[in-house]
Each structure stands twice: as C-alpha cells, then as structure tokens.
C-alpha cells in the first residue's frame, strides 16, 4: 500500500470521509456490544506527546490495544527528543520499529519533517497550526446527531486557532460554511488554513456569527504553547463567550460542541456546555471510534 500520512484535514478527500464516517459508525457498534474488531494484531503504534493530553492519549492508546495491536508512548522529557536528536534521526529509527506514529507537537513543520523520514503512517495529534483528528471526530458526531452536515452553517466563536483552521480545510472539502468571530488580533489566517473565502464569513460580533448556525462550537481562549499570553487573552476574549443568549441566536436545534478541556466562566458558560444542545461528552468519546477507522484505513486500506 502507498504510504499515507494524516498531517491535515485535507490529506484525505471526500469519498474517503464517506467511508471512514461509515466503518468509524460499524466499530462503535462493534464496541458498544462488546464484539471484537482486531484487524490491527501484533501492529504497533508509537504515540509522541511533546503537549499535554487527556483524551488524545486514551483515545489512542485504548484504541490501539481494542483493535489488537500495541502501543508505545514518548514524552520530550523521558526521549532523546528533549535532548535534541534530530527530528529526522528521530524518525528513521521510530519507523523501522514501529508500524504508525502518532504525534503531538508545536510547530506543524516539526511533524512534517518527521513524516518525510518516516517509513509508517505519521498522524498529526495536535500541532499549533493544526488538530485533524478532533474535527474528524466533531463531524461524525453531527452525523450522529444531525445527519449530513453539507450544506450547514458551523459558528465558530473565539480564537484563530488549530481548531478554527481545521473548521475552515473541512468546510472547502465536505461543502459547509463556517461564520467565525475571532476578538481582534486574534483572527483566523486563511493562509495557515489554505483555503478560499468561499467556504467561511467573517463576523466583528460573535452574537451575528451565531445567527441561524446549525452548530455552535468554541474553545479555550489560551491554546498550549501561547500560556505567556493568557493575561492579555482574558481582557480580549471577554466577549467571546458561548452562553444560552448566543445559544438562542442559532437555530432552535443547534448543537454546541468543543474539543475540551473547557473553562466554563470564559469561553462557555455552564449552562451551555451542561444544557441539553451540548454534545461534548459524545464528541470527546467520539474520538475512540475515529481514530480506530483512521488507523485501520492508514495501515490497511478500505476493507
Ligand atoms: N481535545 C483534545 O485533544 O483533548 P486532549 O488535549 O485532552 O487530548
Ligand atoms: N486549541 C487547543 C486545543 C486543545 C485540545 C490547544 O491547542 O491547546
């Protein structure tokens, strides 16, 4: 099989979404009746975490033992990676010992070098510029809940982050629109994303971006790796805070989601996140699903 990495959202196209939204919703029933599903036996999976992590980590490594294979987890701090080896050294050696990388990091470009030595699947974790996986995640969950989401308005209320960008790269793929609202100076970069206007609007007010959206989504105000602005970001972000008024802007069946970990009091309020649009706990369980299908489909192919 041709060597595929998942560095970005648009490293796939659209027939291949059909197909991993598909076999992501054959696995969950697999697993939610206790049914074995082991196509990955005696692969293993190496996952490099140079952030913090809750839900990447579990959802990985949990899914790597469900469908039979191992995993092997490195920190910055117990490797040689925090003893400056080079990437592309890294890489060499990881790959000929393992069968699919996982990789958490700051800059994208760490990740890229790293796949271009790599003999194995490299999939993108969380960068700074980029989060894949979770929009992969979040889309199947408003299948789930909504059906198709071609067509549909995604609000995105807060910063021009990882997330905002991976929005923008699905909404040109899959046909949706995203209505962002970024506090100033903190705009999304639709360079970074590498996508055309057609597929996202800008809005000043995250009240007007909200309007008639199908889906509402936020998240933290402060991303891992910008902490030294945190100060700054509260005083700029205080309008950018998901609460039930904004909730009541968007269509009467909105969903809201976010990637968590959530601050409730900053970026959403508590009855929100906690009320009855929200479906952040399907969503972050989510993530087990489809990344199982992502790793089945990198090292194997559509079955
Ligand atoms: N949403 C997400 O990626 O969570 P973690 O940082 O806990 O992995
Ligand atoms: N934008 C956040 C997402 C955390 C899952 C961050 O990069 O820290």
Redesign the pocket.
Known sequence: MKLKHYLKFTDLKADEYVYLFEHAALIKKKFKAYEKHQPLTDRTLAMIFE?????????FEAGMYQLGGSVVHLTTGDSQLGRAEPIEDSARVISRMVDLVMI?TYEQTKIERFAEYSRVPVIN??TNEY?P??ILADIFTYIEHRGSITGKTVAWVGDGNNMANTWLQAAELLGFTVHVSTPSGYEIDPAVAGVKSSCYKVFKDPMQASAGADLVTTDVWTS?GYEAENEARKKAFTDWCVDAEMMRAAKSDALFMH???AHRGEEVEAEVIDGPQSVVWDE?EN?LHVQKALMEYLLLGRL
Do not use: D, E, I, N
């Open positions: 952030k913090a992590s809750t839900r990447t980590r579990v959802s958490r974790g969380l989060h996986c979770q891992m990637c968590l970990p972050a993530r």
